[in-house]
């Protein structure tokens, strides 16, 4: 089974930027979506970004124009560059994956967390 493991989080001031990784421990060439979840503190799982088959990456609006997706399918590395990140960006950052026949990711990694203080 794959494992999805990620790395990169940390304390950061506002307007501050982080890059995190997530190294899969097999090749991601066959799966149909990979993604970036976070979760704050007493909320729901929110999708941050996602890169999936050949459409154009997906950014949530909360963080468009400051997060960055990309993917080196050489390394089976996914990453999410954040900059000027905010207070409200605040929680564990999860990676995702999902194969072509599943519709769910069905594959996650044990998460990030991510601190921004203001």
């Known amino acids: 089974q794959r494992q999805l493991v990620e790395s990169g989080g940390g304390s950061v001031q506002a307007g501050g930027s982080l890059r995190l990784s997530c190294k899969a421990s097999?090749?991601?060439?066959?799966?149909?979506?990979m993604a970036w979840f976070r979760q704050a503190l007493h909320k729901g799982l929110e999708k941050v970004a996602a890169?999936?088959?050949?459409?154009?990456?997906y950014i949530a609006d909360s963080v468009k124009g400051r997060f960055t997706i990309s993917q080196d399918k050489e390394k089976n590395i996914l990453y999410l560059q954040m900059d000027n990140l905010k207070a409200d960006d605040t929680g564990m950052y999860y990676c995702?994956?999902?194969?072509?026949?599943?519709?769910?990711?069905?594959?996650w990694g044990q998460g990030t967390q991510v601190t921004v203080s203001s």
């Open positions: 097999t090749s991601t060439r066959d799966l149909w979506s």
């Open positions: 890169i999936t088959g050949s459409s154009a990456p």
């Open positions: 995702a994956a999902r194969t072509a026949v599943s519709t769910t990711y069905n594959s």
